[in-house]
């Protein structure tokens, strides 16, 4: 939470809404953004920090652990329309990677805007696709798989 806290001017540029939530009472996200986050981002958390106590929110979006009564971690990007067009969820031990997060608004807001489609690794400025029934079994003429890595 504190990696997207950094980035949250360029996601709000982009406009993006962020919010945080968890099964965690208003009490323990006040404890946790005064002595954990506001050390880590000055100011702390920017956005809201929602509570889901019962986790009725993550049931819904398959986050919530039964066995254990908390949120697992989960990203979720949800275009204007309330679709969901992402979903990334991890167990707590390995973090969620923002510039992945950034990269993907990118180009869902490049989609929406052009029609185009992106492949693999895509970039701002980088090479697109049109989607067109006469590329079918023809994308390697004009994507190679080292372009995502470029």
């Given amino acids: 939470m504190s990696a997207v806290a950094v980035k949250y001017p360029e996601l709000k540029a982009m406009g993006v809404e962020v919010l945080a939530m968890s099964v965690d009472s208003r009490f323990s996200h006040k404890i946790w953004q005064e002595e954990e986050l506001s050390k880590m981002v000055e100011g702390g958390v920017p956005f809201p920090m929602l509570t889901d106590p019962g986790g009725n929110v993550g049931r819904v979006y398959g986050v919530y652990d039964e066995a254990s009564g908390v949120d697992i971690r989960g990203r979720f990007i949800i275009d204007p329309d309330f ?17 992945e997060l950034i990269r993907q608004v990118q180009a869902f807001q490049h989609v929406a805007k052009t029609g185009e489609v992106t492949p693999s690794g895509w970039r701002p400025g980088k090479a697109t696709l049109s989607p067109d029934p006469d590329l079918t079994g023809k994308v390697w003429k004009v994507w190679k798989p080292e372009q995502a890595f470029e």
Avoid at 83 to 92: G, H, P
Wanted: glycine letters at 6%; hydrophobic letters at 45%; charged letters at 25%.
């Fill in 83 to 99: 679709n969901i067009r992402a979903m990334e969820v991890l167990t707590s031990e390995v973090g969620r990677n923002v510039a």
